[in-house]
Nanobody, 127 residues
Framework: QVQLVESGGRSVQPGGSLTLSCAVSGLPFTLDYYRIGWFRQAPGKEREGISCITPSGITSVYADSVKGRFTISRDNAKNMVYLQMNNLKPEDTATYYC??????????????????WGQGTQVSVSD
């Protein structure tokens, strides 16, 4: 059974930092086969892709909305993927999801090729 379990979400003030974690298990292949993406969905808005990392971790991409503030990383040996979020803004308030699939690529920020989703972790940024 494939599981992606996000954690680390909480309420934080603007300008604060959080690190989200994604624990992955049960994939058909080892984690270093997969590109992993982080997505988020704010209330009343569509789910958007914000970052993606290649299997080796050498290459990562970011949506303009988070570029320069968020950093994605992975530890394949621990089956973990992380999202370091700095200088958080109220507009970052959303449920954050990690996701992957055998045919998921980091070339776009849409959900094409995503087969597996986590349950999400809530991030709230407010005074």
């Amino acid at each position: 059974q494939v599981q992606l379990v996000e954690s680390g979400g909480r309420s934080v003030q603007p300008g604060g930092s959080l690190t989200l974690s994604c624990a992955v298990s049960g994939l058909p292949f080892t984690l270093d086969y997969y590109r992993i993406g982080w997505f988020r969905q704010a209330p009343g808005k569509e789910r958007e892709g914000i970052s993606c990392i290649t299997p080796s971790g050498i290459t990562s991409v970011y949506a303009d909305s988070v570029k320069g503030r968020f950093t994605i990383s992975r530890d394949n040996a621990k089956n973990m993927v992380y999202l370091q979020m700095n200088n958080l803004k109220p507009e970052d308030t959303a449920t954050y999801y990690c996701a992957t699939g055998q045919n998921y690529y980091c070339t776009t920020f849409n959900t094409t090729g995503v087969t597996y989703w986590g349950q999400g972790t809530q991030v709230s940024v407010s005074d």
